[in-house]
């Protein structure tokens, strides 16, 4: 199995920050990588598919970059509804998902 | 409007097989461009993809719950079925169904806590 790791675990920030988590995939899976931000007792909800294209409705502070093994993604200016835990997603073999990072202030 | 909801037992003694299932509304379980998975997550732990299946039914699992785990798809209910056999407390989890658009889960239900537990 393709195996996902996310880092950090965990980062603290403030409103306005710029936030970059990084997600590596144990071999190349090309651009097959989403991300996922979820919020406690609440379902997971879909922000980025495909490395960088934006679900419908999601702010364009979230971006996603990446390619092969090595994927980013970054929100730009943090509001207080972004403190979440995300997560990426490989879906070039299986759907095997990351460890998460949890945003806390 | 695109609605998954899943049900099941809350409670499943070790050894028993948990059946949960999925009732998509919103979109059909033939549409070529779509599928159903399952994820779970125990209690403060992180996201883990159970199994998938696509309209036409290829199927995909879980390596590590090959052996346990069955889906299955009822198009004229509108339902995917999970069924995992021999449980154990570690199973305790919340368990989500959601739908599968461009390889992503776009939708998901709003999950089912189901324990372990004698």
């Known amino acids: 199995d393709i195996q996902m790791t996310q880092s950090p675990s965990s980062l603290s920030a403030s409103v306005g920050d710029r936030v970059t988590i990084t997600c590596r995939a144990s071999?190349?899976?090309?651009?097959?990588l989403n991300w996922y931000q979820q919020k406690p007792g609440i379902a997971p909800k879909l922000l980025i598919y495909?490395?960088?294209t934006l679900q419908s409705g999601v702010p364009s502070r979230f971006s996603g970059s990446g390619s092969g093994t090595d994927f980013t993604l970054t929100i730009s200016s943090l509001q207080p509804e972004d403190f979440a835990t995300y997560y990426c997603q490989q879906s070039y073999t299986a759907l095997t998902f990351g460890g998460g990072t949890k945003v806390e202030i | 409007q695109v609605t998954l909801e899943e049900s099941g037992p809350v409670l499943v003694k070790p050894t028993e097989t948990l059946t949960l299932t999925c009732t998509v509304s919103?979109?059909?379980?033939?549409?070529?461009?779509?599928?159903v998975g399952w994820i779970r997550q125990p209690p403060g732990k992180a996201l883990e993809w159970l199994a998938h299946i696509f309209s036409n039914d290829q199927k995909s699992y879980s390596t590590s719950l090959k052996s346990r785990l069955t889906i299955s798809r009822d198009t004229s209910k509108s339902q995917v079925v999970l069924t995992m056999t021999n449980v154990d407390p570690v199973d305790t989890a919340t368990y989500f169904c959601?739908?599968?658009?461009?390889?992503?889960?776009?939708?998901w239900g709003q999950g089912t806590l189901v324990t372990v537990s004698s």
């Open positions: 071999q190349d899976i090309i651009n097959f």
């Open positions: 495909a490395t960088s």
């Open positions: 959601a739908r599968i658009q461009r390889l992503a889960f776009d939708y």
């Open positions: 919103g979109f059909s379980l033939n549409n070529p461009r779509m599928g």
